[in-house]
């Protein structure tokens, strides 16, 4: 099994005129995949920092700052593609796309959490996660 931390991932999860990608953090560094996507901005919520053209906000995914995320998701998607990543993205940007597919989607946490599976496999849910993603108000 090829290590998913060290190959880039980068996933489509929305379809309209500027859409919602997640993706690890080889693709956030890698500027011709995000030209090839057209992503205008990123929101990094991993803890790593690193130098980018694009626009990006760097925000850890928890507590209170995931209405932050949500909320600068649909600011930047009103103007151009938006890029949300992590790591390795299995845990924290499909967490940021299950709530974004909740949110302002109109899905449930069981079929945004499918929508998520079929774009990154690899996505790992605890209980706990999916039980506070359902419990998550907006």
């Not at 901005?41 to 850890?60: A, D, G, H, W």
């Not at 600011?75 to 299995?90: P, S």
């Not at 709530?99 to 790992?124: N, Y």
Request: net charge positive.
């Amino acid at each position: 099994h090829p290590n998913p931390s060290t190959m880039s991932f980068i996933g489509q999860i929305t379809d309209s005129k500027y859409n919602l990608f997640i993706g690890n953090l080889v693709a956030a560094k890698d500027a011709n995949l995000l030209k090839t996507h057209n992503i205008g901005f990123i929101i990094n919520v991993s803890e790593i920092q690193y130098e980018t053209k694009i626009p990006t906000l760097m925000i850890p995914a928890s507590g209170d700052n995931y209405k932050n995320i949500i909320q600068k998701i649909a600011e930047m998607l009103e103007t151009t593609n938006v890029l949300v990543h992590c790591e390795v993205c299995q845990i924290r940007a499909p967490t940021i796309a299950i709530l974004w597919l909740k949110s302002k989607c109109g899905m449930d946490t069981k079929s945004a959490h499918e929508a998520v599976l079929k774009v990154r496999p690899e996505t790992t849910m605890t209980k706990f996660m999916l039980m506070m993603l359902g419990n998550m108000q907006f």
